[in-house]
């Protein structure tokens, strides 16, 4: 499974470490850290450079229009470093879920005893059912694909607007 982390200049000793994070958990993952063309390159991902940084959103929406759009991938802040290697085979239960039931976005955030009873209660419905939520999206380890995202990225938002956002996006989406 891909990971998807766009970061920048100011963030690039954090993502350092959240990569090597995840290349340390040894999980099935492919990351992909995409930035402006003056960040360093990180060892043991596929790392995008942008020559006109225009934007978290921005580098966002130019990357995901040249992936696969129904492939999942996880979306990750640069910020999020794995403490605790989550189990491989859940993970992978985890996204065959997500590809059967044609889920929008699932998010994989702590606190899980908060989301599963709340997955319970709606259903496992898709993110736009969720809608009473302040913040129905997270950018932090949220399992989706880049057909959903370009639907909701708006190219002049920073990751914390997007989140913000999210809320009156997803009623215009179809909530």
């Given at each position: 499974?891909?990971?998807?982390?766009?970061?920048?200049?100011?963030?690039?000793?954090?993502?350092?470490?959240?990569?090597?994070?995840?290349?340390?958990?040894?999980?099935?993952?492919?990351?992909?850290?995409?930035?402006?063309?003056?960040?360093?390159?990180?060892?043991?991902?596929?790392?995008?450079r942008i020559e006109n940084d225009n934007?978290?959103?921005?580098?966002?929406?130019?990357?995901?229009?040249?992936?696969?759009?129904?492939?999942?991938?996880?979306?990750?802040?640069?910020?999020?470093?794995?403490?605790?290697?989550?189990?491989?085979?859940?993970?992978?239960?985890?996204?065959?879920?997500?590809?059967?039931?044609?889920?929008?976005?699932?998010?994989?955030?702590?606190?899980?005893?908060?989301?599963?009873?709340?997955?319970?209660?709606?259903?496992?419905?898709?993110?736009?059912?969720?809608?009473?939520?302040?913040?129905?999206?997270?950018?932090?380890?949220?399992?989706?694909?880049?057909?959903f995202m370009l639907k909701v990225l708006?190219?002049?938002?920073?990751?914390?607007?997007?989140?913000?956002?999210?809320?009156?996006?997803?009623?215009?989406?179809?909530?």
């Amino acid at each position: 499974m891909k990971v998807i982390i766009s970061t920048c200049k100011k963030y690039e000793r954090v993502c350092e470490l959240v990569v090597n994070s995840l290349n340390e958990a040894r999980l099935p993952l492919s990351i992909v850290t995409i930035a402006e063309n003056t960040v360093i390159d990180f060892h043991d991902v596929e790392n995008i450079r942008i020559e006109n940084d225009n934007g978290w959103s921005f580098n966002m929406i130019k990357y995901l229009s040249e992936i696969d759009p129904d492939e999942p991938f996880l979306l990750w802040m640069d910020d999020l470093a794995i403490v605790n290697a989550p189990n491989a085979t859940m993970l992978s239960l985890v996204e065959e879920y997500f590809k059967i039931e044609k889920i929008d976005a699932l998010s994989v955030y702590m606190p899980a005893a908060y989301r599963v009873p709340e997955a319970f209660n709606n259903g496992y419905a898709p993110i736009t059912s969720a809608l009473s939520n302040k913040y129905p999206f997270s950018c932090m380890c949220t399992l989706t694909t880049a057909r959903f995202m370009l639907k909701v990225l708006d190219k002049n938002e920073s990751p914390w607007e997007f989140e913000h956002n999210m809320a009156g996006k997803l009623k215009s989406i179809g909530g």
